[in-house]
């Protein structure tokens, strides 16, 4: 038997047996892991705080072969408040369906734990568009797959932009007028360019990118397409945060 301490978040739980639950923990140090949190149904439970989504915890494992089980948990951050919002509730949930539909189980990245903390806590505590996060994370997540957008010149003939800009989902990249394949959609000017600063803006600073909600949606409707094209997975939450 193993023991581990890990930093985790919490994605979810579900019943297992007649008192306890599974929880997928994302992990700093192991990535996604599914762990057995025992007697956790029960009203005196010691620990029932860590089968609540959102929750940021330190907590500490057994492990036996391949299967974890949760025997101590120390809560840093319960997030409590995106729970009260429900456009920010489904945004965080979002958060979630976006990183296990990129990561494997198993599969540590540092990059996009920091990330998901920094977009729960941006989304939680600031007076910032939930909707303007979740657009900037997806960005992120799209550099960790190795799909990164050209905003200065083409992607295909590697010409300057001069009029329309595409999106070809058949490659994920930004193209010009002149190379549109039937797999293109249009890129209006101003989520181009709402993009454009994303893609300079750290996740710290997105308190001063000034946009109005319809642009943002239509870039974000733009970006989730992008992204299912790519990992060949169908968002549930996308319709609650569009």
Known sequence: ??????????????????????????????????????????????????????????????????????????????????????KKYYVGFSLFEIVQ???????PNPIVFVNLLKALKLICYDDISSSLVLLKFILGMLKVLGYRFNFKTCSSCHMPYVNKRYLNLETGSLICGSCITPFCVLVPLSSFHLLELLYQTEMERLNTVKANEATIKEALSLVFKNFETRTEKTLKTKKEVL
């Not at 539909?101 to 599969?107: D, I, K, P, R, V």
């Open 1 to 86: 038997m193993e023991e581990l301490k890990l930093q985790a978040i919490v994605l979810g739980s579900l019943d297992y047996k007649e008192k306890d639950k599974i929880v997928t923990l994302f992990t700093l140090e192991q990535g996604i892991i599914k762990a057995v949190l025992k007697g956790v149904k029960s009203e005196k439970a010691k620990l029932k705080f860590a089968k609540e989504p959102f929750c940021f915890l330190n907590v500490i494992l057994n492990k036996t072969g391949e299967f974890y089980t949760i025997i101590n948990a120390d809560l840093l951050d319960s997030f409590f408040d995106l729970t009260k919002d429900l």
């Open 101 to 107: 539909a990129s990561l494997m189980q198993n599969e």
